[in-house]
């Protein structure tokens, strides 16, 4: 089976929205920042007012890369997009991109996320918000 990340104590939740199949960013009361990861704390003012805020799913590609020889799991995916998606919300969040043909994948490419169920978790995934053919 594909691996799944391991929640931390300042994870937990995030990763229970998951699999709940909502996606979450952290938010700072404080100062306004929408950041991820989601820690105890707002990576910018220090505050530990922090809260997770529904996230639309929805995104560009801000950079990324296509893997033509994976790790075991992924091997018979291979070609495969990893790439960072730039969320609606702001931060930025490392996934892979589903896609056909991989040389389509660009900056800016409008994305949405779906959620691929992995043994009792689920991990976030996106495809490309438009037809890429």
Known sequence: MKPVASPTPDTQEWFDRI?????????????ALRFLYPRMCCPDCGSRSVELLPASGRGSVASWVVNHRGPE??????PYVIALVRLEEGPLLMSNILIDDPDVVSVDLPVRAEFEQRGERRVVQFVPEVETT
């Open 73 to 78: 799991a992924f091997a018979k995916e291979a």
């Open 19 to 31: 699999d709940a199949g909502e996606l979450t960013v952290a938010h700072c009361r404080s100062c």
